[in-house]
């Protein structure tokens, strides 16, 4: 199973990564840190087949990153991601090992396009009428069980349309709603953070 290496120190752009990687098939690591990052590389560079790399972060920023993982010949595709992005940044980057600059915001679906240029053999179609069907049909499912007040037969509902498509912004919505109704607030606010990261 190819690994992949989440670097950045905002949490819900972690969690974004690591749920569209995983349903990808791809085991995470992640790294709220520049220097996180390398102690992971240092023991599992040899396993680590992409990584995506924030350029601000506080102490250590992304290039400083990079420049390590090029001195520790570490092969590798890498992903910038940047809010502030220059043609300088971009070619220092790429000067540096970058494969891919991503602009933030993204969306799940920019991930998912990413993936599918890097790993083309690897990848799972996800737009395909059958899927989007199923998941539509889980959703609304999800929906009826709200309104009987039925949130355990809800959640399972949307864990079972986030495994077919987990690019549907409505089904995190629908978990955000979920948690608060259940009043499990800090994943309310998570969820609901994930869904406004679509728009």
Do not use: W
Not at 69 to 93: E, G, P, S
């Amino acid at each position: 199973m190819k690994k992949v290496l989440v670097v950045d120190d905002t949490k819900n752009i972690r969690i974004l990564l690591t749920t569209c990687l995983e349903l990808k098939g791809f085991t995470v690591l992640a790294a709220s840190s520049g220097q996180a990052a390398l102690d992971i590389l240092e023991s599992e560079k040899n396993n680590i087949e992409l990584i995506f790399l924030d350029i601000r972060m506080p102490e250590m920023n992304g290039t400083e990153v990079l420049k390590e993982i090029k001195k520790m010949n570490i092969n590798c595709h890498i992903v910038i991601m940047t809010a502030f992005a220059t043609i300088k940044n971009a070619v220092d980057c790429t000067k540096l090992g970058a494969t891919i600059y991503l602009q933030k915001p993204f969306s799940p679906e920019r991930v998912n396009a990413i993936i599918n240029e890097l790993f083309p053999y690897n990848s799972l179609s996800i737009e395909d009428k059958t899927s989007n069907d199923k998941t539509l049909s889980y959703i609304n499912k999800a929906k009826f069980e709200i309104e009987k007040e039925n949130y355990s037969e809800a959640f399972s509902c949307l864990k079972t349309a986030l495994s077919i498509n987990p690019y549907n912004k409505d089904i995190y919505l629908l978990i955000s709603i979920l948690n608060a109704k259940t009043n499990n607030k800090k994943e309310a606010l998570i969820f609901k953070k994930i869904f406004e990261l679509f728009n």
